[in-house]
């Protein structure tokens, strides 16, 4: 898709137009003989007046970028090869709509359909630099979401963590950060044991990937993020029921969402200092797999009794967030992303991710800064008495839960244990695994993977 701003009235085969609260204001009678009332998402294909109709729940920016995309996936049904969009407001909303919407992943098909390409105009008044820089900068922003949604949906046999660290020296590469790729030998000789056992069973060797933008100027503030980057979850011997390891390539969606997000700063000329670091691991069998009742010892030194091995995106983790807290010195905003338990969507749903941590008032400025940006969260609260669920009898912490509720909480308990107290109120974790991947489309999102964590984060540093 060829998206331009334009002040010209050009000629166009198309005009979307946006009927927003069921307002119809124009052709009445040719959208009553249609029993098009304008529901959201409701869709309508006039040809012969060169339009079409969508339905727009309210003014909502993540109204309008539905009912966009919905209008785009229209007009991809039709050989119509250019359309336009009279601009009035909501600038970002229109530009995610178009290029969230247009997103289409066929990497494996054979027979590839054929969608010719297509030229979007945003058609305004004048176009003054604020209004450009909206443009360019949702633009950029979509660009990466769209790679996060490619590297997740990419088949685990095609994306293990070297091919993840290879990525990540792309995007090195193209937006001048700064990039370390540890391997084995090293993270053994840090002590980062507890990554190291869930990778061992496989042939594919665990990566550590250490990302770094610094601004120009002076930054303002310093941000980590850290990713679970488990390019495929078989469960190791702890292992998954077959209709639950079917789409675990997409467990790898937090790491893949830091890469997003660190391909984008530069470009956003943020004055942070952002590091990105991705624990990149497969969790498979073998005869060298970990087992439950070992007991790791993280890079902290803090003791881990295994109970389940398949509670093993928080063992990567844990080892992570240490070397983040080591390596980097006056963090200001420590968070991680990860599809870290199924509870978190039991609890909230396919759509929405989970927010803890011991900061209330953070917790509460990311849920913000995910509405803002178009993604959905919600804050999971701490408590006393689930923190006793993790205890163990023989190490310091237990892997899983006594109890089978709270899950997503309780996981995320487990890696306070790795956050050192000068950081305590600087960090929050971000479950995902509700939107991170869905085997239906919704909204603007497709079949698969969301590219969430992106847009929030980003969001989030904008705000700083």
């Known amino acids: 898709m060829n ?25 009445k009678e040719i959208l009553k003989q249609l029993k098009f009332k304008g529901n959201d998402e409701e869709c309508v294909l006039l040809p012969e007046l060169k339009k079409i109709y969508v339905g727009c729940e309210d003014e909502s920016h993540d109204s309008i970028r539905i009912a966009i995309a919905t209008a785009i996936k229209k007009l991809n049904t039709t050989n119509f090869k250019s359309a336009i969009i009279k601009y009035k407001d909501n600038m970002g909303a229109i530009v995610d709509g178009c290029k969230l919407g247009n997103y289409i992943f066929d990497k494996y098909k054979s027979k590839k359909e054929e969608v010719e390409e297509k030229n979007i105009y945003i058609k305004l008044d004048k176009i003054d630099k604020n209004i450009q820089k909206e443009f360019d900068e949702a ?8 790679l996060v949604r490619d590297f997740v949906n990419t088949a685990p046999d095609d994306f293990y963590p070297a091919i993840m660290a290879q990525e990540a020296i792309k995007i090195a590469k193209a937006n001048e950060l700064e990039c370390k790729i540890l391997d084995e030998e090293y993270l053994e000789k840090i002590n980062m044991n507890a990554m190291l056992a869930v990778g061992r069973a496989s042939r594919h060797k665990s990566k550590l990937i250490h990302l770094r933008y610094e601004p120009k100027k002076k930054a303002k503030k310093k941000i980590v993020l850290v990713g679970k980057g488990l390019t495929y979850d078989s ?5 998954k029921p077959s209709d639950f390891m079917s789409t675990m390539k997409s467990d790898k969606s937090g790491g893949c969402a830091v890469l997003g997000i660190m391909n984008i700063v530069s470009k956003l000329n943020l004055p942070l200092e952002v590091h990105g670091i991705v624990g990149a691991v497969e969790n498979m069998i073998g005869g060298d797999a970990y087992k439950p009742d070992d007991v790791l010892t993280a890079k902290n ?5 295994i109970r389940n091995t398949d509670a093993e995106g928080r063992l990567v983790l844990a ?9 980097i010195k006056d963090i200001d905003y420590l968070f991680d992303f990860a599809t870290l338990t199924g509870a978190c969507v039991v609890g909230v749903g396919e759509y929405t991710s989970g927010i803890m941590g011991n900061n209330s008032m953070l917790n509460y400025e990311i849920v913000q800064s995910a509405i803002d940006s178009g993604e959905y969260a919600t804050t999971l609260p701490f408590n006393r008495f689930l923190k006793k669920t993790i205890k163990s009898e023989i190490a310091d912490i237990c892997n899983i839960s006594s109890t089978r509720y709270g899950g997503a909480i309780t996981a995320a308990m487990f890696l306070e244990n790795f956050i050192k107290d000068e950081n305590k109120q600087k960090w929050s974790h971000i479950d995902i695994a509700g939107p991170a991947y869905v085997e239906k489309a919704w909204g603007y999102n497709p079949y698969g993977a969301s590219g969430a964590g992106v847009r929030l984060a980003l969001q989030f540093m904008k705000n700083l």
């Open 3 to 27: 998206l331009n701003l334009t002040t010209k009235n050009i000629h166009t085969d198309m005009e979307i137009l946006l009927v927003k609260n069921k307002k119809i204001k124009s052709d």
């Open 139 to 146: 633009v950029f922003i979509c660009e990466s979401v769209n």
């Open 235 to 239: 469960g190791g011997l702890s292992l």
């Open 301 to 305: 030194g803090k003791t881990i009794e």
């Open 319 to 327: 080892d992570c967030l240490c070397y983040a807290q080591d390596e």
